[in-house]
């Protein structure tokens, strides 16, 4: 029995993401919410101490709780629906979190960026590009609207692809898209604990200011296919290609 | 591959380096390498023109402008493995490795199925002890985890690998890595390149020539003997040594 639907699928096509609310229970959203709280430097029962608390990474991503999010939920196996099953490398998520700021005056996004590029702090070498082809990101708190919601550009995904079809994937300077692409309207990604958004890799997105009460808690997977080295430097016409349960 | 003339026992394929135009982008290159009749060319990650990770330019881009002249591609140099980060030169193999990897997967896309790579250069004999220490377990590293390509080591000007000693220490104990016989840093180190040639012969994967002194007669007899068949990389359109060189190898 499948988990996306035919009509899944093709949102995800046009928008380059999709939000579902049904693919964790309760044991696994528990689960990864008190390994993060075991390893926050605030008091779980006030919120005031929330504001501006630390550190962001606070349980590595190989905790079981939070690798289990993804693995041994429905999760992987909706994504290989996208990709194709057995072609996607299994992959746990790592704990990003955006700390309420305790002030009212939040503001969208500013711009947004496409993942896996150098910049002198992030670890990916330089000139070079770490690619991949499904994100997820995974909410283990309520996220309401202006709480720092993981925020989306749809339709970017397309752009991408049309660009780098001829375009060098290094040509996007630390993977900042603001002067690339003609983004639309962002989309703020909010909804109970228990969310799940997936986007295609070279979807723009990016952070926000979180000017609500609650930590913003999520997850994030990056999951790329099996065959990634023979294929990472192809744009072919059709997109999809690489995507059997798109096409 | 284009540029292969067979004559006696071994396959001549002349290609011209991008290093011999070094400011000529993809496409003038293209059309320089159609003017001089070559069939193929050489082209270098970074440090030319018309390296392949220009901004205007795709890998697609890159396959269709070779298509497109009916110039191949023989010949393909990675960033140097200097086990050091470039933007801090903090020694860490594994960030230069992931470099390398990255850029040897973009030759794949392009083709080639050798690669070149040389050393980098240091500045202390500190640096130079975990230099040789980083080029033996990176290319080993490299060798391992991508199998379907052959790696091809070369000299460098001020690198830990110049010196016929230098080859000696350092490569005599790795398997599975070829030789660039790569004239000009030879040279520079004083190195008989005729003697060279004979020595390392049966590992040579790639031979680059300039238009200095170079003993094309004992180094196409060493190469001939071991019957080599890769690419023989012209870094000069001059004529008077294209011609030494079809005539010698051909």
Same mark, same amino acid.
């Given at each position: 029995?499948?988990?996306?639907?035919a009509?899944?699928?093709q949102?995800?096509k046009?928008?380059?993401?999709l939000?579902?609310?049904d693919l964790?229970n309760?044991?696994?959203?528990?689960?990864?919410?008190?390994?993060?709280?075991?390893?926050?430097?605030?008091?779980?029962?006030?919120?005031?101490t929330?504001?501006?608390?630390?550190?962001?990474v606070?349980?590595?991503?190989?905790?079981?709780?939070?690798?289990?999010?993804?693995?041994?939920?429905?999760?992987?196996?909706?994504?290989e629906?996208?990709?194709?099953?057995?072609?996607?490398?299994?992959?746990?998520?790592?704990p990003?979190?955006?700390?309420?700021?305790?002030?009212?005056d939040?503001?969208?996004?500013?711009?947004?960026?496409?993942?896996?590029?150098?910049?002198p702090?992030?670890?990916?070498?330089e000139?070079?590009?770490?690619?991949?082809?499904?994100?997820?990101?995974?909410?283990?708190?309520?996220?309401?609207?202006?709480?720092? @919601?993981?925020t !989306?550009?749809? *339709? +970017?995904?397309?752009? &991408?692809? =049309?660009?780098?079809?001829?375009?060098?994937f290094?040509?996007?300077?630390?993977?900042?898209?603001?002067?690339?692409?003609?983004?639309?309207?962002?989309?703020?990604?909010t909804?109970?604990?228990?969310?799940?958004?997936?986007?295609? @890799?070279?979807? !723009?997105?990016? *952070? +926000?200011k979180?000017? &609500?009460? =609650?930590?913003?808690?999520?997850?994030?997977?990056r999951?790329?296919r099996?065959?990634?080295n023979d294929?990472r430097?192809?744009t072919?016409?059709?997109?999809?290609?690489?995507?059997?349960g798109?096409? | 591959?284009?540029?292969?003339?067979?004559?006696g026992n071994?396959?001549?394929?002349c290609?011209?380096s991008?290093?011999?135009?070094?400011?000529?982008?993809?496409?003038?290159?293209?059309?320089?390498?159609?003017?001089?009749?070559?069939?193929?060319?050489?082209l270098f990650?970074?440090?030319t023109?018309?390296?392949?990770?220009?901004?205007?330019?795709?890998?697609r881009d890159?396959?269709?402008?070779?298509?497109?002249?009916?110039?191949k591609?023989a010949?393909?140099?990675?960033?140097?493995l200097?086990?050091?980060k470039a933007?801090?030169?903090?020694?860490?193999?594994?960030?230069?490795?992931r470099?390398?990897e990255w850029?040897?997967?973009l030759g794949?896309?392009l083709?080639?199925?050798?690669?070149s790579?040389?050393s980098?250069?240091?500045?202390?004999?500190e640096q130079?002890?975990?230099a040789?220490?980083?080029?033996?377990?990176g290319?080993?590293?490299?060798?391992?985890?991508?199998p379907d390509?052959?790696?091809?080591?070369?000299?460098?000007?001020?690198?830990?690998?110049?010196?016929?000693?230098?080859?000696d220490?350092l490569?005599?104990?790795?398997?599975?890595?070829?030789?660039?016989l790569?004239?000009?840093p030879?040279r520079?180190?004083?190195?008989?390149?005729a003697?060279?040639?004979?020595?390392?012969?049966?590992?040579?994967?790639?031979?680059?020539l300039d238009?200095?002194d170079?003993?094309?007669?004992?180094?196409?007899?060493?190469?001939?003997?071991?019957?080599?068949?890769?690419?023989?990389?012209?870094?000069?359109?001059?004529?008077?040594?294209r011609?030494?060189?079809?005539?010698?190898?051909?």
């Amino acid at each position: 029995m499948p988990y996306l639907s035919a009509e899944d699928k093709q949102s995800f096509k046009e928008n380059g993401y999709l939000i579902r609310h049904d693919l964790l229970n309760h044991e696994h959203i528990q689960a990864a919410s008190d390994a993060i709280w075991a390893g926050l430097d605030a008091d779980r029962t006030d919120p005031a101490t929330w504001i501006g608390a630390g550190p962001r990474v606070p349980v590595p991503g190989s905790h079981a709780a939070i690798r289990g999010t993804v693995m041994d939920s429905p999760v992987f196996a909706a994504a290989e629906e996208l990709v194709g099953k057995d072609r996607l490398n299994p992959g746990g998520p790592g704990p990003h979190l955006v700390f309420p700021t305790g002030e009212h005056d939040w503001a969208p996004a500013s711009g947004g960026h496409l993942d896996g590029y150098y910049t002198p702090t992030n670890g990916v070498p330089e000139g070079t590009v770490g690619l991949f082809h499904v994100g997820v990101t995974i909410y283990v708190e309520d996220i309401e609207p202006r709480g720092g @919601g993981f925020t !989306v550009w749809p *339709g +970017s995904h397309r752009q &991408a692809a =049309n660009y780098f079809r001829d375009h060098s994937f290094l040509s996007i300077n630390g993977g900042s898209s603001r002067d690339v692409f003609d983004l639309p309207e962002q989309v703020e990604v909010t909804g109970p604990a228990g969310t799940v958004c997936f986007w295609h @890799g070279q979807t !723009v997105h990016s *952070g +926000s200011k979180n000017c &609500a009460r =609650n930590i913003r808690m999520a997850l994030i997977a990056r999951l790329a296919r099996k065959d990634l080295n023979d294929i990472r430097f192809e744009t072919p016409d059709d997109m999809w290609t690489y995507w059997e349960g798109i096409q | 591959m284009a540029g292969h003339v067979m004559a006696g026992n071994l396959t001549m394929n002349c290609v011209l380096s991008a290093a011999a135009e070094p400011e000529l982008e993809l496409a003038a290159l293209l059309a320089a390498a159609q003017q001089d009749e070559f069939g193929a060319i050489e082209l270098f990650r970074h440090r030319t023109s018309s390296c392949v990770v220009r901004d205007n330019l795709s890998v697609r881009d890159i396959r269709n402008a070779l298509a497109a002249s009916q110039v191949k591609l023989a010949a393909y140099e990675i960033r140097p493995l200097t086990g050091r980060k470039a933007d801090s030169d903090e020694r860490n193999l594994p960030y230069n490795l992931r470099q390398l990897e990255w850029d040897t997967h973009l030759g794949r896309a392009l083709g080639i199925q050798t690669i070149s790579v040389r050393s980098g250069t240091t500045s202390s004999q500190e640096q130079a002890q975990e230099a040789r220490a980083d080029l033996v377990e990176g290319l080993g590293q490299l060798v391992e985890r991508i199998p379907d390509v052959t790696f091809a080591v070369g000299p460098a000007v001020d690198s830990v690998l110049q010196t016929a000693a230098d080859f000696d220490e350092l490569l005599s104990g790795i398997d599975g890595v070829g030789v660039i016989l790569d004239v000009a840093p030879l040279r520079a180190a004083a190195v008989d390149l005729a003697a060279f040639a004979r020595d390392w012969a049966q590992q040579v994967s790639l031979v680059r020539l300039d238009d200095g002194d170079v003993p094309v007669d004992e180094i196409a007899d060493a190469l001939t003997a071991a019957d080599f068949n890769g690419p023989i990389v012209l870094e000069s359109r001059d004529a008077d040594l294209r011609q030494r060189v079809q005539t010698r190898f051909g």
